[in-house]
C-alpha cells in the first residue's frame, strides 16, 4: 500500500531570521515510517524541519518542507493515490499575518504580532478521504485528554487518533521514548506501554493495519 | 585567559510546546569556541538550544540555557572574571509576555500575541565593562549594514563589531562558510574571505586578541 506520512515541526516565518517553531523532534513520524516500510510498504514522508537523517530504506520517499502551507501543498498531491494517511506532523496552527523582507529591528517595548489561521491539513484533506481510505491523526493534549482527542477525531475525519499525553514523563516531544493511547471512533481505546518510539511505532502500525484491514 | 562566550539561538515559549525561535545554528560561537581553546585560554560557552554537540576541548565549560533571561543570569555570572566577552548568540529581542501554561487551543481566525522586550545581554553587561576588559558583538543585518553594525557597537559599547551579512549566498545562518566584516570604534575594517566557519574564527580570534593586547 501507498502511506502518507507527515512528521516534524512546521516554522512560520516572521522575517528572514525569526520563526514560530514548535518542539516536535521528528522522532515519531520517522519511526513510523520506518515501520510501515519495515511491514512492506510505500511511504511519502513530508517532513518539517526535523534535525534528523532523511530515511534511508528505499520505499521510503522523503519531501522536505517548512511551513504548514507548504506541507498541505505537499500532503495533498500524494494523499489521492495513498491508502493510509497518518499525519503525525505538529503543523503550526497560526501563521504571521505578515512576513516582513528585512530583519525586524527593535524598537517599542512591546511589540503586537497578528497571527493568522493555518490551513488545518487533516481537516482539509479529510473532506476528500474516500470511503476505502483511511485517516490517523495525532493529538497532543494538556488538558481533559481523551474528551479533546475523541473532538479531534470526528472534526477531522480520522479513523484513528493516536493521543500522546506530555503528563508522561519520557514521553512526547524531545525523547526517545513515548507512550501513547489509541482511540478509535467507535470507542476502542488500548494505551502502549513507556517503550522505544521506534517500538511504539511498530505498535501503531501494527493497529493501524488491523484496523485497515477491518473497515476501510 | 578567561572568555565568555554566548552562542546559537534563544527559544522564548509561548506555551508548553510552542515557541519564537531564530535560525542560528550556533556554530561560528562553537567554532570560536574552539578557536579560543585552540590559542590557550578558558572558555564559558553559554548556549542557547543549538542542534550542535557539546565541545569536548577540556578548556571549554559548556552552559546550556534556552531564553534570554536564562542566557542573560548565565552570562551575568560570567561576565565579572572574563577578560574578553563574545556575544556570537541570536538572542531573541522579544518574547511573549505571557507563557500559557497549557498548549494554546486553536480558536478565532487570528491571534494577536503581544511581545515584550527582552533584556539586553550585551548592552547590560556593556554597562559594567571595566577598562582592562573587551566586548565583541555580532550584527547581522539586512540593510544599511556597516552603519546599523557600528550603531550596535557605540550602543552596546563594544570594541570590535562582527557583521554577519545575508546578502553573501553561502554566509551566515545554517552555512557551514561565513563571510564577515570587522569593524572597531576607531574605523579599523577588514573583510574575511568566504571561509569555513572553522576559519573564520580563527581569524576573528587572532585579531580579537591582537586588538586585546593593544587597547584593553
Keep these: 500500500m501507498n502511506i502518507l506520512l507527515t512528521a516534524g515541526p512546521t516554522y512560520e516565518p516572521m522575517d528572514p531570521v525569526r520563526f514560530i517553531g514548535n518542539r516536535s523532534t521528528g522522532k515519531m513520524g520517522y519511526a513510523l515510517a520506518d515501520a510501515f516500510a519495515a511491514a512492506g510498504h510505500t511511504v511519502t514522508l513530508v ?30 498531491e500524494a494523499a489521492p493515490t495513498a491508502q493510509i494517511w497518518v499525519f503525525a506532523a505538529a503543523v503550526a496552527d497560526y501563521r504571521p499575518a505578515e512576513v516582513a523582507p528585512e530583519k525586524i529591528k527593535k524598537a517599542g517595548d512591546t511589540l503586537t504580532l497578528t497571527l493568522v489561521k493555518n490551513v488545518d491539513i487533516a481537516a482539509t ?13 495525532f493529538a497532543l493534549e ?4 481523551q474528551a479533546h482527542a475523541l473532538e479531534k477525531l470526528r472534526r ?24 501513547v493511547t489509541l482511540l478509535t ?15 511504539v511505532a511498530q505498535d501503531i502500525v501494527q493497529f493501524v493495519l488491523a484496523r485497515y484491514a477491518q473497515y476501510a
Design 156 to 179: 477531522k475525519n480520522f479513523d484513528v487518533v493516536v493521543l500522546n499525553s506530555l503528563r508522561d514523563a519520557g514521553a512526547g516531544f524531545g525523547h526517545d521514548t513515548n507512550k
Design 125 to 137: 484533506l479529510g473532506e476528500t478521504k474516500r470511503a476505502e481510505q483511511f485517516s490517523v491523526g
Design 47 to 76: 517532513s518539517g524541519p526535523a534535525a534528523l537523517p532523511v530515511p534511508t530504506h528505499p520505499a521510503i520517499q522523503t519531501v522536505r518542507v517548512e511551513t504548514a502551507a507548504q506541507m498541505y501543498a505537499a500532503a495533498a
Design 185 to 199: 471512533a467507535d470507542g476502542v481505546v488500548t494505551t502502549s506501554d513507556l517503550l522505544p518510539k521506534s517500538a
Design 142 to 145: 494538556t488538558n481533559n485528554e
